[in-house]
């Protein structure tokens, strides 16, 4: 079974689908659990895209060294999966400030109740980045993108040296 993953289309095969895999449980829990996802949540889906479509091209006939070429690229995509998800863990800790998009217009006491209700009548809905909407164990959906994608980083650099060995 492992002889079936290291060669270059197994392996970006294995990669387009872990990549596709991980980005339905994301659509799944926003559109069959309810879950609104914050801005951050979204750009934590963009690595997973491009892994999907670095996978597709590693699985192409092409030259050897391309293919380790877009191996390593989607292992550089999930690198950085990892950092986005590392950051939105931080803003959920309240270690840092999020994006200016991720929170809500402020409402102040001192407010008529004309500004209170042209504010809330104006604002579009904002899903805060710094709220965690769902957790298990303790470990919100960023912490478990982060420990995933951190992961698929080094398996995907893994995968990546035992194709250019082939």
């Known amino acids: 079974m492992t002889d079936r993953l290291t060669t270059p289309t197994g392996a970006g095969l294995l990669i387009a689908l872990i990549s596709a895999s991980v980005l339905g449980t994301a659509l799944a829990s ?3 659990g309810g879950l609104e996802p914050c801005q951050l949540c979204l750009y934590q889906r963009v690595p997973y895209v491009i892994t999907i479509c670095l996978g597709l091209l590693a699985a192409l006939p092409l030259p050897g ?3 380790t070429a877009f191996l ?7 690198a950085a ?3 986005i998800a590392g950051f939105h863990v931080g803003v959920e800790q309240k270690w840092w400030e999020g994006l200016p998009g991720c929170s809500s217009p402020a409402f102040s006491t001192d407010m008529s ?3 209170l209700k042209d504010a809330i009548m104006g604002r579009e809905k904002v899903v805060p980045c710094d709220e965690v909407a769902w957790s298990l164990f303790g470990i919100s959906m960023a912490g478990y993108n982060f420990l995933v994608s951190l992961f698929l980083a080094g398996f995907t650099l893994w995968l990546a040296g035992r194709v250019s060995r082939r």
């Not at 390593?72 to 999930?78: D, Q, V």
Request: aromatic share 22%; net charge negative.
């Open 72 to 78: 390593l690229f989607a292992a550089l995509a999930f």
């Open 81 to 83: 999966g990892a950092a």
């Open 65 to 67: 060294g391309l293919r």
């Open 113 to 115: 109740l004309d500004e």
């Open 30 to 32: 926003q559109y069959f």
